[in-house]
T-cell receptor, first 114, second 115 residues
Framework: AQSVTQLDSHVSVSEGTPVLLRCNYSSSYSPSLFWYVQHPNKGLQLLLKYTSAATLVKGINGFEAEFKKSETSFHLTKPSAHMSDAAEYFCVVGRGGGADGLTFGKGTHLIIQP | GAVVSQHPSRVICKSGTSVKIECRSLDFQATTMFWYRQFPKQSLMLMATSNEGSKATYEQGVEKDKFLINHASLTLSTLTVTSAHPEDSSFYIC???????????FGPGTRLTVT
């Protein structure tokens, strides 16, 4: 069994300040972990993924996440927020092989203040 | 590469009718395709997993007779919502993965409205 908890339903930051979106997971298997972004009326876009290689994962648009097994966390960060980052972000866990359906967190709505 | 399309993008149907949604992998062969449902302002919930040429595996609580899934080829899976009711109105999203990647590639989604 696997589950994902996104600790904040909404996060609001000012443009140019750091972003932190928190995610904790549980899994009976060696997990694969992902962050996806969903802009209004658009499809899901993969930001980054962890699949048992380096624990610090760099993704697109300046985002990165660190896999911490001891804390069962996979928080998403970005040093400087941009207005275009405003969207819904989903932390997702899958079984290591990738052949199974994914389990999505409830999502975090990121708001960027000008 | 790795593009997944869905058709239609939006559909409105009357209560009691059936509607079919197509999911295609455009530039790769998908060994497995997945169907998700997303309610407004909520997360995605996995409905079923389909492998080409075999019966779909449904998640607990998903009615297999209501949501018919066919995965007839390595590039096409269809979801048919039978005898649709207003509570079936939702955003349906498919994804696909190939042989060599842990990543699932998502389609743009289909918004179903049942009146």
């Amino acid at each position: 069994a696997q589950s994902v908890t996104q600790l904040d339903s909404h996060v609001s930051v000012s443009e140019g300040t750091p972003v932190l979106l928190r995610c904790n997971y549980s899994s009976s298997y060696s997990p694969s972990l992902f962050w996806y972004v969903q802009h209004p009326n658009k499809g899901l876009q993969l930001l980054l993924k962890y699949t048992s290689a380096a624990t610090l994962v760099k993704g697109i648009n300046g985002f990165e996440a660190e896999f911490k097994k001891s804390e069962t966390s996979f928080h998403l960060t970005k040093p400087s927020a941009h207005m275009s980052d405003a969207a819904e972000y989903f932390c997702v866990v899958g079984r290591g092989g990738g052949a199974d359906g994914l389990t999505f967190g409830k999502g975090t709505h990121l708001i960027i203040q000008p | 590469g790795a593009v997944v399309s869905q058709h239609p993008s939006r559909v409105i149907c009357k209560s009691g009718t059936s509607v079919k949604i197509e999911c295609r992998s455009l530039d790769f062969q998908a060994t497995t395709m997945f169907w998700y449902r997303q309610f407004p302002k909520q997360s995605l919930m996995l409905m079923a997993t389909s492998n080409e040429g075999s019966k779909a595996t449904y998640e607990q609580g998903v009615e297999k007779d209501k949501f018919l899934i066919n995965h007839a080829s390595l590039t096409l899976s269809t979801l048919t919502v039978t005898s649709a009711h207003p509570e079936d109105s939702s955003f349906y999203i498919c994804s696909a993965n190939g042989h060599t990647s842990y990543e699932q590639y998502f389609g743009p989604g289909t918004r179903l409205t049942v009146t």
